[in-house]
């Protein structure tokens, strides 16, 4: 199985405040995407990046940065914290590409935005 | 944005029952996944369906692309307490291999 992990599990940070979020992967795969989870809309994209350096936007990527500086890290910025950012944040990992593609997760990062 | 719209939301039934979820879009996707996420944990790949028609099934679990590959449904039969859970589509869209989903079908089943 392809190891991907979060971190951190939980944060609360205030108002205003700049987060990162890390994503690890173990398998050295291309293409690397965060997404946000909140009751009503689904999973929805933020980033995703293709490459080391190369990244481009989601459908949700205002008030969000990433980098990705090697293979392995894929990290989300949230420059100013809102409350509107209050969600649990995915990570995934495309484990093949293609018409057969199948993504795993990472097990999400709860983040409370007081 | 591509839309792909779930029905039911949310299904509760008792074990050993019979259920379809269903996934529709007005979009054409290149293939369509499933997954399901139990709480406090990501998303899990069930299934990837690819050509139009194709029906592939996973022990109790049958899925169908539909002919039109806009549309796709779950089919499980003999539910089980161990199916509860956020059941997810998801279609592969163009360039960088992106996936729009769903917003999820709630399923719990009852002893």
């Known amino acids: 199985d392809a190891g991907i992990t979060q971190s951190p599990r939980h944060k609360v940070t205030e108002t205003g405040t700049p987060v990162t979020l890390r994503c690890h992967q173990t398998e050295n795969h291309r293409y690397m995407y965060w997404y946000r989870q909140d009751p009503g809309h689904g999973l929805r994209l933020i980033h995703y990046?293709?490459?080391?350096?190369?990244?481009d936007k989601g459908e949700v990527s205002d008030g969000y940065s990433v980098s990705r500086s090697k293979t392995e890290d894929f990290l989300l910025t949230l420059e100013s914290a809102t409350s509107s950012q209050t969600s649990v944040y995915f990570c995934?990992?495309?484990?093949?590409?293609?018409?057969?593609?199948?993504?795993?997760f990472g097990s999400g990062t709860r983040l409370t935005v007081v | 944005t591509q839309l792909l719209e779930q029905s039911p939301q949310f299904l509760s039934i008792q074990e050993g029952e019979n259920l379809t979820v269903y996934c529709n879009s007005s979009?054409?996707?290149?293939?369509l996944q499933w997954y399901r996420q139990e709480p406090g944990e990501g998303p899990v790949l069930l299934v990837t369906v690819v050509t139009g028609g194709e029906v592939k099934k996973l022990k109790r679990l049958t899925f169908q692309f539909g002919d039109a590959r806009k549309d796709s449904s779950l089919h499980i039969t003999a539910a089980q307490p161990g199916d509860t859970g956020l059941y997810l589509c998801?279609?592969?869209?163009?360039?960088?291999?992106?996936?729009?989903f769903g917003t999820g079908t709630q399923l719990k089943v009852e002893l």
């Open positions: 979009s054409v996707f290149s293939s």
């Open positions: 990046s293709y490459g080391v350096k190369d990244t």
């Open positions: 995934a990992i495309s484990v093949r590409t293609g018409e057969a593609s199948g993504y795993t």
């Open positions: 998801a279609g592969l869209t163009g360039g960088g291999n992106k996936l729009t």
